[in-house]
């Protein structure tokens, strides 16, 4: 069992930056890939980036040059930086652990273990 606890959410004017964190329990964090995901209001689920358990990366069209996704070991955690944010970035942003390793799925489906989400909020 994984819980998944993410904070840094808020309210920015567009072109401004947040930093997501999503903290991880357990002893095998380091074994995790790592995906983020966000729920605009009447709008379905999408990958936004995902982590691999040895760094390598992946994102969306929609946020890539502007998000970065990074994790840290150590402190369990990882974190998607946003910059450049525009109004359509707002959503809840959700992480997620996938079911297997290795493949950093886009598919929601493909993700076993789910955060509470933090709300972002990118005015005009």
Request: glycine share 10%.
């Amino acid at each position: 069992q994984v819980q998944l606890v993410e904070s840094g959410g808020g309210l920015v004017q567009a072109g401004g930056s947040l930093r997501l964190s999503c903290a991880a329990s357990g002893r095998t964090f380091n074994r995790y890939d790592m995906g983020w995901f966000r729920q605009a209001s009447g709008k379905e689920r999408e990958f936004v980036a995902a982590i691999s358990w040895i760094s390598a990366t992946y994102y969306a069209d929609s946020v890539k040059g502007r998000f970065i996704i990074s994790r840290d070991n150590v402190k369990n955690t990882v974190y998607l930086q946003m910059h450049s944010l525009k109004p359509e970035d707002t959503a809840v942003y959700y992480c997620a652990v996938p079911l297997s390793r290795g493949r950093l799925p886009v598919e929601i489906n493909e993700y076993r273990y789910w955060g509470q989400g933090t709300q972002v909020t990118v005015s005009s």
